[in-house]
């Protein structure tokens, strides 16, 4: 396979982290927390990639779902974090095996293949009155004043009361089963000769906007990802500095991008 990544900041000032194995990428996105927790949601990002890239390296054709899961716990352990009370991740893991592409999605990262996008949207599906109350607001201009910080806490501490549990949505932190919610794929190569990885920093804006970062190939030729994200960030500072256009929670989330080709 074929791997291009792109990250905005870069790698060590993001809580967005990428792996990459010799068959595998790993997506990260650590929630941005609003409310105090004991490590920073890129420390744990970081060190949950690094072990699933640990363990597909050693074991290219691990189950992906057991993978992630003791690495869940293996983090959770290593860092002494107890469910409830710990940082957050999205992880997506694409692999390449036996002609086949595998696909495991736990969180809102997203994944644009060559006739679908697929993520995990039960976050959004809650739709708490706190999300709704803030993006209203951003849209008549009132910009990421107090209000609109108290309002993202508060959505933060009640997302934070469905995290994990039958009904609420699942993420990636100190309990190993949310690794079993996890959305699961496999797709033979010969339909899936490509895949876009992004979290949903990058996503958002770039679907926005209406850039598409296709593989040489695909349909057109996608300018290079840095530059795509460049576009994005450019865009959110002088075009949309108070996100009246496209509602979010802060000015600029981070953003990355993987593109695969397999060959």
């Excluded at 899936?192 to 990058?202: E, F, K, R, S």
Aim: aromatic share 4%; proline share 8%.
């Amino acid at each position: 396979m074929k791997v291009e990544t792109a990250q905005l900041p870069p790698f060590e000032d993001s809580d967005d982290k990428i792996f990459v194995t010799p068959n595998a990428v790993i997506m990260l996105d650590g929630a941005s927390a609003f409310m105090p927790v004991p490590v920073p949601a890129a420390t744990y990002a970081e060190h949950l990639g690094r072990h699933i890239a640990h363990t597909l390296t050693t074991a290219p054709e691990a189950d992906l779902v057991e993978a992630l899961a003791e690495a869940i716990k293996a983090i959770a352990d290593q860092l002494d974090l107890t469910p409830g009370r710990s940082p957050s991740s999205t992880v997506t893991i694409a692999r390449e095996r036996d002609e086949h592409l595998d696909l495991l999605i736990l969180g809102d990262n997203v994944v644009v293949l060559p006739d679908q996008s697929i993520t995990d949207d039960r976050i959004d599906r809650l739709d708490l009155e706190p999300a709704r109350r803030y993006r209203e607001r951003l849209t008549t201009g009132c910009g990421f004043d107090n209000e609109h910080r108290r309002l993202v806490r508060e959505l933060q501490r009640q997302q934070a009361e469905h995290r994990n549990q039958p009904g609420g949505y699942w993420i990636a932190e100190a309990n190993p089963n949310a690794a079993r919610q996890a959305l699961t794929l496999t797709r033979r190569i010969c339909k899936t000769p490509w895949a876009v990885l992004a979290t949903d920093g990058a996503y958002n804006t770039l679907n926005h906007l209406r850039l598409a970062p296709l593989p040489i190939g695909a349909r057109t030729i996608s300018p290079p990802l840095d530059e795509l994200l460049t576009q994005c960030q450019r865009w959110e500072s002088e075009h949309d500095p108070e996100a009246r256009k496209l509602p979010r929670a802060k000015r600029h989330d981070d953003k990355s991008l993987t593109r695969i080709q397999i060959e």
